[in-house]
């Protein structure tokens, strides 16, 4: 069944053409494989450098070797640090992984925008116009990941751009070229399906049981994220939600309930009067 | 590695996704932990017990590569019949002078061979003669490469590795008792994870399969340090993975390009090329100075050569065949300048001036407050740096200001800051430790004053000639004759960074670039700057410049950058090639003989003479290289071997022993010797050492603490502690503890701590991590503290330097300091302020008993 257009849910095959590009070029997306992290945080850095976000807090957080914490209006690449011990033989983990804005197929902050500053771009990433928001602040709650946040001090909010002024020049963004391990990978979102999946069998082949991808799938809950990983455990793990879903899903439906509960007040009200002694 | 070298660890993870196993044994579980397949935790200082542990291993179970050995390494070599072994001395070999803290080394010597030259020349009076200076003349001057001074003679060989003075049989006999429960007992590791890693690398060495180690500081800030590296080297040649593919020992410096600052050194005790610097009260004559060489086997049998070129490159037309090419214009070393001793000198005001390029010694070198005492009792320092240091700035809001211990008007020195520019801002080279020379090119042009160290000292030496253009005093002569005319560019007159690096390549007499060291002359006819790195600039094309991508040549790329020596990508690759020069296997290839065309090929630079056949004889009286037999890949060996026991060229063994650190809370359960005997320990108020295991007072200061780097920023923070975006990834100085210590000591996450020794005491904050192991040896249990050393009090994240805990404690063949292994107490809450903190350290060293002969021993009572 083709979505219809406009759809606020399912998979969505040509994001880009859905938000009225003619013959846009092939949707890219990054491919963070957190099985080659090694926590060196030089995606946070090359992304602030190329963006000139500004510094965001000078404060131990005791979060593992995380003082970045979350994503948010100045930290647009996250390094998360999980540190696992098992109880009963020692054996310790360190998870690490590269958290970033997910480019929803269905992006919610897109959705409930009010003035179009959020925009869908030709290569079906998410970009904020900053000449346009006007820190109204309707994204925040919208998005499933908690990734888009006002500026303190500027109230615009600012989130991840996939570089989109380096795609335009045809650069990769600044996070994956400068990651060492190729934890971080760029390029056409289905070439990238294609070789998270190949990872993952490799992983399991080798033992690693518990490798998964995250936000690949089109049928889930966001159309599949533009922005996918490899987890090497539960999502939670990782500060992610376990089942995200695009918080205009439900829009229709609730607007049919509500156009119900409508219908029945006015049926209700309409009985009460007409049952009314004179 | 993962930690420090994020970039270089790529290959690491490549390897992996290749299949191969990746084993990092670290006193933490770091980064590199989380990406390797198995982490071994040992105690900090206990790496030649573990190494140890599996050369025991692989001699009892007979697993090392044995022709390989036989043929490669000095197995079969005969030691005399007065050398006296460690288990014969209980932690001594034979020949230590405890007056003088040294070794006489005469016994240690192949049987037959004549003891070494340069001891019987030298000049044994000396009024400027350090303990050191003694020590240099006993040991056949160790900082030459392949200490290949002081061994003239073949030794006698037993091949069949029966004699019981053979050097195989006296390694089993020296490493027997580091068996597995001996590692446990001393590093706290357990058998069944040493039997896992004996096994994987023995499993994966041999002919089709090599194994390689990785190593950094952490191996090398020891007061066995050299010997550390000894330990794996043995245990490499043992496998037979030195000189070939995959295999080998891969040292990682602490920092960019430090390669190059060694090669071409600002190192007190060697000349460019690894030449070592000539004695004031020695070697007179360049006759003299080279006359200990000319015998010898190997290409260092061309030292004059190489000497000379260097001579001319430096004084050119005035350096002449009469005056022995201003031989005698080089300065000469008086005794001891490293740089513990110069700061000691400058305690003691010896020392009027000081530069300091890129570094920063009030926070990043061992034992700040003897460093900062050191500032401060100059009459003029220069420091260049990116920003204000804390080494510029120690005269105002050091640490001991707020002591009270200095007054910032009684402080005489006068500091002069002049800004640097960053590499970005100028041409050059970085010299990576695999001898690679990379080009950088200039992006921007510097802002402000910033000038690169490069226009600062050409300047500096332009203005100082001028001034002295009128002297009529000889002293002045070694400078005013010295060439110093690199073309200027720019508007800063900046000097031409590629003129800089073709004179050190050098050029001939026709004043064309070299293309090889082989071409240097001794008569006078070739400049050369640095004979090792003859070649890279040859055909006047800019070789380091080169960027061939690695897809568009073989997997040795050769064409991306030049190493030296020659390009050469592995050293020693004759090794790759069984004495026959067949490949020992198809799978590892490498470089090997090529009947047909009498040559030995391959894909990277054959690192032996291209025509020289597998069944070469010298001849009797041979020199040089023409002493090399067909089958000695090991070429700066006087026997072309690789050395399992060295006879000459170490100040503290011809074999690597298990000595705790200068600070331990373990008795060395080996020997009586508690420490290396031959370690250089000062004697000096700010440096009072803690006592160790052996003595009353140890308990005072119980637990072990390590030093080390975080990927977020670099060495003492100089260059990312101001700067926002790496600041604030880790934006406090932290201190990692276990759950375990930390309810012991009842530290709290996040809380702070005060950390103390005989030198000082600091605070941090507290993380507790599970990532810090409790280490478990022989019933006991050891805690281990994490302490990162990045910070200092100046910049955007601030905190206490590490190094104020730290003592100067060195190690003699290379006088570098122990920082990876100490002990300190640990207790809740931060440090007390003002003249209080001095109180909290003295109160300490009452308990313990700390005195000025605490921890100084040579040989352990």
């Given at each position: 069944m083709s979505p219809s257009r406009n759809a606020l849910s399912g998979p969505l095959p040509d994001v880009a053409a859905d938000a009225g590009y003619a013959a846009p070029p092939e949707r890219v997306g990054f491919f963070t494989d957190t099985s080659v992290c090694i926590g060196c945080k030089a995606c946070e850095v090359a992304c602030k450098e190329w963006n000139l976000v500004p510094e965001d807090g000078l404060q131990l957080t005791g979060m593992s070797y995380d003082n970045s914490v979350a994503l948010g209006a100045d930290t647009w690449r996250h390094v998360a640090f999980i540190e696992q011990s098992s109880p009963v033989d020692g054996d310790l983990r360190w998870l690490m992984s590269s958290d970033v804005c997910k480019h929803c197929t269905h992006a919610a902050c897109l959705d409930v925008c009010p003035t179009g500053s959020l925009i869908r771009t030709e290569f079906g990433t998410v970009v904020v116009q900053e000449d346009i928001c006007n820190g109204c602040g309707y994204c925040v709650p919208a998005c499933p990941y908690g990734v888009i946040d006002q500026r303190p001090g500027d109230g615009r909010v600012f989130k991840c751009t996939l570089c989109y002024d380096r795609l335009g020049a045809g650069m990769e963004p600044a996070c994956a070229k400068a990651c060492p391990t190729e934890s971080i990978q760029f390029g056409p979102l289905e070439e990238l399906r294609e070789r998270a999946a190949e990872r993952v069998q490799v992983l399991h082949e080798g033992g690693v049981e518990q490798a998964r991808l995250y936000g690949h799938d089109p049928d889930d809950g966001v159309g599949g994220d533009g922005a996918f990983f490899l987890l090497l455990d539960e999502p939670e793990v990782y500060g992610l939600p376990p089942d995200p879903v695009v918080t205009t899903r439900d829009l229709p439906d609730m607007w049919r309930r509500a156009a119900g509960a409508a219908l029945a007040l006015a049926l209700g009200a309409t009985v009460s009067f007409l049952g009314r002694r004179p | 590695m993962a930690e420090a070298h994020p970039v270089g660890f790529q290959w690491v993870m490549e390897a992996k996704r290749r299949g191969a196993t990746v084993i990092h044994v670290d006193p933490r579980f770091t980064r590199t932990s989380a990406l390797a397949d198995q982490h071994v935790p040992i105690r900090a200082g206990t790496d030649i017990a573990f190494l140890g542990g599996l050369i025991n291993y692989v001699l009892e179970n007979e697993k090392d590569f044995r022709e390989y050995v036989v043929a490669y390494t000095n197995a079969p070599a005969i030691l005399r019949e007065d050398f006296e072994d460690t288990e014969d001395l209980d932690g001594l070999f034979s020949g230590f002078d405890p007056q003088r803290r040294a070794y006489d080394t005469s016994t240690w010597q192949y049987a037959g061979a004549e003891p070494a030259a340069a001891s019987g020349e030298r000049d044994t009076e000396s009024d400027t003669s350090s303990a050191d200076e003694n020590r240099d003349k006993e040991s056949g001057r160790g900082d030459r490469m392949g200490a290949a001074g002081a061994v003239s003679a073949r030794p006698e060989l037993d091949e069949t590795l029966q004699h019981p003075r053979c050097v195989y049989q006296v390694l089993k006999r020296h490493f027997s008792r580091y068996t597995p429960e001996l590692v446990q007992q001393v590093c706290g590791i357990a058998p069944e994870q040493f039997h896992f890693v004996a096994e994987e690398i023995t499993r994966n060495s041999g002919r089709e399969r090599t194994t390689a180690f990785v190593y950094s500081v952490g191996w090398t800030h020891h007061t066995v340090g050299v010997q550390y590296i000894r330990t794996a080297a043995i245990l490499q040649a043992l496998l037979g993975n030195m000189g070939r593919p995959g295999g080998g020992i891969l040292a990682l410096r602490g920092h960019a390009s430090i390669q190059g600052s060694t090669d071409i050194p600002t190192l007190f005790n060697l000349l460019p090329g690894y030449i070592p610097m000539p004695h004031a009260h020695a070697e007179q004559t360049l006759d003299t100075f080279v006359g200990s060489d000319a015998g010898t086997t190997g290409y260092w049998g061309n030292m004059r050569s190489y000497v000379v070129s260097l001579l001319k490159a430096w004084w050119g037309d005035a350096a002449t065949a009469d005056n022995d090419f201003c031989f005698d214009c080089l300065p000469r070393l008086t005794g001891n300048h490293a740089t513990y001793q110069t700061v000691m000198d400058q305690i003691d005001g010896k020392v009027l001036g000081y530069f300091l390029p890129?570094?920063?010694?009030?926070?990043?070198?061992?034992?700040a407050r003897l460093q900062r005492a050191g500032l401060a009792n100059l009459e003029w320092l220069v420091v260049r740096d990116l920003a204000l240091i804390e080494s510029a700035t120690f005269w105002k809001d050091g640490p001991e200001v707020e002591t009270g211990e200095m007054e910032p008007a009684d402080i005489g020195t006068e500091v002069f800051f002049l800004p640097a520019a960053a590499h970005t801002e100028k041409d050059g080279t970085f010299t990576n430790t695999q001898r690679l020379l990379q080009w950088h090119h200039q992006a921007v042009e510097p802002r402000g004053d910033c000038r690169s160290d490069l226009w600062f000292y050409f300047h500096l030496g332009r203005i100082i000639r001028t001034k002295l253009a009128d002297s009529t005093d000889d002293r002045d002569r070694p400078l005013l004759d010295l060439t110093w005319d690199y073309p200027t560019e720019g508007a800063y007159d900046e000097p031409s960074a590629e003129a800089v690096l073709r004179e050190i390549n050098g050029w001939g007499p026709d004043g064309r670039a070299l293309s090889s060291f082989t071409e240097l002359a001794a008569d006078g006819s070739t400049r050369c700057g640095c004979w090792i790195y003859c070649g890279c600039y040859a055909d006047e094309v800019n070789q380091p410049a080169r960027r061939k991508p690695g897809s568009e040549q073989s997997w040795v790329a050769p064409e991306w950058g030049w190493a030296w020596p020659a390009n050469r990508r592995i050293l020693y690759n004759r090794a790759s090639a069984d004495p026959a020069g067949r490949p020992w296997s198809e799978r590892k290839a490498y470089v090997s003989w090529d009947d047909d065309s009498g040559r030995w090929t391959g894909p990277d630079v054959p690192d032996f003479e291209a025509d020289k056949r597998p069944d070469y004889t010298p001849p009797d009286g041979a020199r040089a290289e023409h002493a090399i037999g067909g089958a000695e890949p090991f070429i700066m060996q006087s026997d072309g071997r690789a050395w399992l026991y060295v006879p000459t060229g170490l100040r503290d063994g011809p074999l690597p022993v298990h000595y705790e650190p200068q600070e331990s809370p373990v008795a060395n359960p080996l020997y009586s010797q508690q420490q290396n005997p031959a370690r250089e320990t000062y004697v000096h108020p700010l440096n009072r050492y803690n006592p160790s295991a052996a003595e009353q007072g140890s308990q005072v200061y119980p637990y072990v603490f390590t030093t080390y780097r975080l990927t977020e920023h670099h060495t003492a923070g100089g260059m990312s502690r101001g700067l926002p975006y790496l600041a604030e990834l880790q934006p406090e100085f932290f201190v990692e503890v276990s759950p375990q210590l930390a309810v012991e000591r009842e530290l709290e996450h996040l809380g702070w701590a005060t950390l103390v020794t005989a030198r000082s005491a600091i605070e941090a904050r507290v993380l507790v991590t599970a990532r810090m192991r409790p280490l478990r040896l022989d019933g006991r249990v050891v805690h281990q503290i994490g302490i990162p050393w990045h910070w200092g009090p100046n910049g955007l994240s601030t905190g206490d330097a590490a190094n104020e805990l730290v003592s100067a404690a060195l190690d003699p063949n290379v006088h570098i300091m122990e920082t990876k292994a100490a002990t300190c107490d640990i207790r809740p809450g931060r440090r007390p302020r003002g003249p209080a903190l001095l109180e909290l350290v003295e109160e300490y060293r009452r308990r313990a008993g700390v005195t000025e002969r605490t921890g100084t021993e040579g040989v352990s009572t």
């Open positions: - | 890129g570094e920063n010694p009030a926070v990043g070198t061992a034992n």
